[in-house]
Protein backbone atom coordinates (compact mmCIF):
# COMPACT_ATOMS: atom_id res chain seq x y z
CA UNK A 1 0.00 0.00 0.00
CA UNK A 2 1.79 3.17 -0.66
CA UNK A 3 0.51 6.84 -0.04
CA UNK A 4 0.78 9.12 -3.05
CA UNK A 5 1.38 12.30 -2.77
CA UNK A 6 0.78 14.00 -6.01
CA UNK A 7 1.81 18.27 -6.78
CA UNK A 8 1.17 20.55 -9.33
CA UNK A 9 2.97 23.95 -10.27
CA UNK A 10 0.13 26.05 -8.41
CA UNK A 11 1.85 24.12 -4.89
CA UNK A 12 -1.37 22.42 -4.53
CA UNK A 13 -1.20 18.88 -3.16
CA UNK A 14 -3.32 15.80 -3.51
CA UNK A 15 -3.34 12.30 -2.07
CA UNK A 16 -4.09 8.94 -3.41
CA UNK A 17 -3.55 5.87 -1.72
CA UNK A 18 -3.12 2.69 -3.96
CA UNK A 19 -2.04 -0.88 -4.32
CA UNK A 20 0.12 -1.11 -7.51
CA UNK A 21 3.16 -3.66 -8.85
CA UNK A 22 3.40 -0.66 -11.24
CA UNK A 23 5.76 1.65 -9.17
CA UNK A 24 7.87 -1.61 -7.77
CA UNK A 25 11.51 -1.21 -9.06
CA UNK A 26 10.91 2.39 -10.21
CA UNK A 27 13.62 4.95 -9.15
CA UNK A 28 13.96 8.36 -7.75
CA UNK A 29 13.63 10.79 -11.37
CA UNK A 30 11.30 8.27 -13.41
CA UNK A 31 8.58 9.40 -15.16
CA UNK A 32 5.51 7.36 -14.99
CA UNK A 33 2.15 7.81 -17.07
CA UNK A 34 -0.81 8.83 -14.78
CA UNK A 35 -2.92 6.51 -16.19
CA UNK A 36 -0.73 3.28 -14.93
CA UNK A 37 -1.95 4.72 -11.41
CA UNK A 38 -5.54 5.69 -11.74
CA UNK A 39 -7.41 5.82 -14.85
CA UNK A 40 -8.48 9.46 -14.28
CA UNK A 41 -4.46 10.20 -14.68
CA UNK A 42 -5.10 9.72 -18.19
CA UNK A 43 -2.73 12.13 -20.20
CA UNK A 44 -0.77 13.22 -17.48
CA UNK A 45 2.82 12.13 -16.77
CA UNK A 46 4.17 12.30 -13.01
CA UNK A 47 7.89 12.01 -12.09
CA UNK A 48 8.58 10.64 -8.45
CA UNK A 49 10.55 13.41 -6.71
CA UNK A 50 10.81 11.13 -3.70
CA UNK A 51 9.90 8.74 -0.87
CA UNK A 52 10.08 7.71 3.34
CA UNK A 53 9.63 4.11 4.23
CA UNK A 54 7.53 2.87 7.22
CA UNK A 55 10.11 4.65 9.50
CA UNK A 56 9.58 8.23 8.33
CA UNK A 57 13.50 7.08 6.34
CA UNK A 58 13.77 9.21 3.57
CA UNK A 59 15.34 7.97 -0.20
CA UNK A 60 17.32 9.85 -1.88
CA UNK A 61 18.54 9.35 -5.11
CA UNK A 62 22.31 9.68 -4.49
CA UNK A 63 21.95 5.84 -2.79
CA UNK A 64 21.49 3.33 -5.39
CA UNK A 65 19.44 -0.34 -4.36
CA UNK A 66 16.56 -0.92 -2.34
CA UNK A 67 18.69 -1.00 1.45
CA UNK A 68 19.36 1.69 4.12
CA UNK A 69 23.08 3.01 3.94
CA UNK A 70 24.96 5.99 5.97
CA UNK A 71 25.84 8.46 4.11
CA UNK A 72 27.44 11.45 4.83
CA UNK A 73 25.64 14.47 3.95
CA UNK A 74 26.02 18.48 4.17
CA UNK A 75 23.26 21.04 4.84
CA UNK A 76 20.46 20.08 1.64
CA UNK A 77 18.31 17.65 1.09
CA UNK A 78 18.23 15.10 3.99
CA UNK A 79 19.86 17.52 6.50
CA UNK A 80 18.72 20.56 7.60
CA UNK A 81 20.13 24.19 9.56
CA UNK A 82 18.93 22.87 12.93
CA UNK A 83 18.62 19.01 14.22
CA UNK A 84 15.15 18.34 15.53
CA UNK A 85 16.25 18.00 19.68
CA UNK A 86 17.19 22.22 19.43
CA UNK A 87 13.74 22.61 18.58
CA UNK A 88 13.13 27.06 18.25
CA UNK A 89 14.66 27.80 20.97
CA UNK A 90 17.55 30.54 20.67
CA UNK A 91 20.59 29.95 20.28
CA UNK A 92 23.88 32.35 21.19
CA UNK A 93 25.85 30.62 18.33
CA UNK A 94 24.63 30.10 14.31
CA UNK A 95 24.89 26.40 13.20
CA UNK A 96 28.44 26.10 12.12
CA UNK A 97 28.93 26.49 8.52
CA UNK A 98 30.40 23.43 6.99
CA UNK A 99 28.99 20.98 9.08
CA UNK A 100 28.32 17.29 7.68
CA UNK A 101 26.64 14.69 9.56
CA UNK A 102 26.21 10.95 8.33
CA UNK A 103 23.01 9.99 8.28
CA UNK A 104 20.76 6.81 7.31
CA UNK A 105 19.06 6.58 4.38
CA UNK A 106 16.84 4.09 1.87
CA UNK A 107 18.00 3.72 -1.41
CA UNK A 108 16.14 5.42 -4.66
CA UNK A 109 14.71 2.07 -6.00
CA UNK A 110 10.84 1.81 -4.62
CA UNK A 111 10.42 -1.25 -2.65
CA UNK A 112 7.81 -3.03 -0.27
CA UNK A 113 9.63 -1.25 2.89
CA UNK A 114 9.06 2.01 1.05
CA UNK A 115 5.52 3.34 2.31
CA UNK A 116 4.91 7.13 1.27
CA UNK A 117 5.79 8.09 -2.82
CA UNK A 118 6.04 11.68 -3.72
CA UNK A 119 5.31 13.09 -7.34
CA UNK A 120 5.45 15.95 -9.30
CA UNK A 121 3.34 16.81 -12.72
CA UNK A 122 5.35 17.33 -15.67
CA UNK A 123 2.74 17.35 -18.00
CA UNK A 124 -0.73 18.07 -17.22
CA UNK A 125 -3.91 15.81 -18.64
CA UNK A 126 -7.01 16.80 -20.28
CA UNK A 127 -8.74 16.49 -16.41
CA UNK A 128 -7.78 19.19 -14.06
CA UNK A 129 -6.55 17.17 -10.14
CA UNK A 130 -9.00 19.43 -8.62
CA UNK A 131 -12.02 17.53 -10.48
CA UNK A 132 -10.29 14.13 -10.28
CA UNK A 133 -9.69 14.61 -6.54
CA UNK A 134 -12.97 17.07 -5.91
CA UNK A 135 -13.19 16.26 -1.83
CA UNK A 136 -9.65 17.19 -1.30
CA UNK A 137 -10.55 20.53 -3.52
CA UNK A 138 -12.15 22.45 -0.33
CA UNK A 139 -10.64 25.08 0.90
CA UNK A 140 -9.42 24.99 4.78
CA UNK A 141 -12.27 25.37 7.39
CA UNK A 142 -10.86 28.21 10.17
CA UNK A 143 -12.17 27.25 13.61
CA UNK A 144 -15.07 28.72 15.27
CA UNK A 145 -14.12 30.94 18.03
CA UNK A 146 -14.84 30.24 21.13
CA UNK A 147 -18.58 32.15 22.29
CA UNK A 148 -18.19 34.78 24.71
CA UNK A 149 -19.53 33.94 27.89
CA UNK A 150 -21.44 36.92 29.23
CA UNK A 151 -20.71 39.00 32.39
CA UNK A 152 -23.43 39.58 34.70
Given amino acids: MFKINISNKEG ?11 LMGKEIKDKIEGKDLNAD ?24 GIGLKRVLLGYG ?49 KKPLSEIFPEQNKPKEKPEKPSEIPTQ
Fill in 12 to 22: KTYKLELESEE
Fill in 41 to 64: LEGYELEIAGASDKAGIPALDIVE
Fill in 77 to 125: KGMHKRSKKEGKRKRSNPTPKGLRRRKTIRGKVISPDIVQINMKVTKVG
